[in-house]
């Protein structure tokens, strides 16, 4: 969430997410600023390490919320 809060001063850039899993225990939120989240691919029937991998481990919250006009363009990629 920093990283894409620090962007905001930028007007927007690319967030780079390297091979491993990622656990959303609460919302990433894009708010006002166009950002692309690049992960580094993933492997059908592979696990951590074999790729980026996002993990939502409880129900009840959206995983990304993009509010914003500046928002619209964003991307959330391999």
């Given at each position: 969430?920093?990283?894409?809060?620090?962007l905001?001063?930028?007007?927007g850039?690319?967030?780079r997410?390297g091979?491993?899993?990622?656990?959303?225990?609460?919302?990433?939120?894009?708010d006002?600023v166009?950002?692309r989240?690049?992960?580094?691919?993933?492997?059908?029937?592979?696990?951590?390490?074999?790729?980026?991998?996002?993990r939502?481990d409880q129900t009840g919250?959206?995983?990304?919320?993009?509010?914003?006009?500046?928002?619209r363009g964003?991307q959330?990629r391999?």
């Amino acid at each position: 969430q920093a990283a894409i809060n620090a962007l905001k001063t930028r007007g927007g850039d690319t967030v780079r997410l390297g091979p491993r899993e990622y656990r959303l225990a609460s919302p990433v939120v894009v708010d006002g600023v166009t950002v692309r989240l690049q992960g580094a691919g993933f492997t059908e029937a592979g696990g951590p390490g074999d790729g980026t991998w996002l993990r939502v481990d409880q129900t009840g919250f959206t995983p990304f919320l993009f509010t914003g006009a500046m928002a619209r363009g964003s991307q959330v990629r391999d």
